[in-house]
């Protein structure tokens, strides 16, 4: 071959998503599905979809919390005994007012949202969804998916979190033991 047309090895550094589709499918490489009557192997591009899927999942994540800060709540909570005290029959808005604003139901919201727990801190996060979506991946590449540390399913986790020396195990257990039972 003419040493013109060789084209010279990208020798750049992979990027850290090309890094965790290299370690998913050094993982689970040879898996399979059917897919349309046809079988094909997983490729690159089904991990960069759980990837992208992970991450937009994990920012919705990371907005909820914003808004769950000390600040946030106690902003609502001041919002709430605004609005409650002008929804009052007697020295409030009048009652055309407020309904058309719809008082009641944003008081009622506000006092859900008020209640709602405040959940686990970002790292746990992070880590549940990517056992949440390893164990997806797992599934439908008929990868099988035990909690053992050493696991495919837990090491695939793992890589999806960014880090394959993490221990995901109890991460891995819940998204197993909180998956629905299928009929």
């Known amino acids: 071959m003419d040493a013109r047309l060789k084209t010279p090895e990208d020798s750049r550094p992979l990027t850290r998503e090309e890094c965790i589709v290299e370690t998913v499918l050094g993982i689970i490489g040879g ?3 059917i897919e349309d009557g046809i079988e094909r192997q997983i490729g690159p591009h089904d991990i960069h979809g ?3 899927h992970l991450r937009e999942a994990c920012l919705t994540t990371q907005r909820f919390r914003a808004r769950q800060s000390k ?3 106690r902003a609502i909570k001041q919002l709430s005994t ?3 005290r002008a929804n009052q029959p007697q020295g409030g808005l009048p009652k055309d007012i407020r309904l058309v604003l719809g008082l009641d139901r944003m008081i009622h919201h506000l006092a859900a949202y008020g209640k709602a727990h405040r959940k686990p801190k970002p790292d746990a996060i992070r880590k549940r969804l990517a056992a949440d979506y390893a ?5 439908r590449f008929g990868v099988k998916t035990t909690t053992a540390r050493t696991g495919k399913f837990c090491l695939v986790a793992a890589a999806l979190f960014g880090d394959p020396d993490v221990d995901l195990q109890y991460h891995c257990m819940k998204a197993i033991s909180q998956k629905p039972a299928q009929k």
């Open 31 to 33: 898996a399979t599905v």
């Open 50 to 52: 759980v990837l992208y």
């Open 71 to 73: 600040q946030a709540m």
């Open 82 to 84: 605004a609005l409650r």
């Open 135 to 139: 164990l997806d991946l797992c599934e």
